[in-house]
């Protein structure tokens, strides 16, 4: 589904380079949850960005169903994005002006081809789905943090995705909070078999999925 081969990510300016990744080589099976784990500053949050198309690597190749995406214009990057990839990250980036069902349903505007009545059915199921259907009216900052990360999580799902890449989703949410986004994570792998990737520090939440990737200074270890 993913592959990344002989990537490194290099960041420069004129008086200093930074290698961010070296030499990754990566697969990611259609189906899997994968959880990638490393200190801060290892590279991960720039592995997952390589994934999701938001960024480029320096050397190397990535590719999404077996095509390689470096020749693709941005316009087709975009696309590709917005039918293949849900995004879910640790701070949220929900809009707080607007209500739960409209932050669900704001990616679904770039949609070629969705009408409003369909945009809306999307939102309110992927709501549904996370059991969040009695909240669609309200705004972010009347919802506790499991909550919030609920909708992100809805919003991800709302396009039906085939990826999920979610960069500590549990991360500002405390132990029971970060068990049940967790159990709910596992449970739309086990169910309904999307593909995530997830960059975690918990190690028990890592053990929980069928495979674990470590980095350490921006390389592959173990």
Known sequence: MLQLTDIEKIYQTKTIETVALHRINLTIGRGEFVSIMGPSGCGKSTLLSLMGLLDEPTHGTVA?????????????????RNLKIGFVFQSYHLINDLAVLDNVELPLLYRPGLGGKERRQ???????????????????????????????????????????????????LDSVMGEEIMDL??????????????????????????????????????
């Open 185 to 222: 994570l596992l449970g739309l792998n086990r169910e309904h078999g999307t593909t995530i990737v997830m960059v975690t520090h918990d190690e028990q939440q890592a053990l929980k999925t069928q495979r674990l990737i470590r980095l350490f200074d921006g390389s592959q270890v173990g």
């Open 64 to 80: 999404v169903d077996g095509r390689a995406v470096q020749s693709y214009s941005d316009k087709e990057l975009a696309g590709l």
């Open 122 to 172: 999307r939102a309110l199921a992927a709501l549904d789905k996370v059991g969040l259907s009695a909240r669609t009216g309200h705004f972010p900052s009347q919802l506790s943090g499991g909550q919030r990360q609920r909708v992100a999580i809805a919003r991800a799902l709302a396009g039906a995705p085939e990826i999920i890449l979610a960069d500590e989703p549990t991360g500002n």
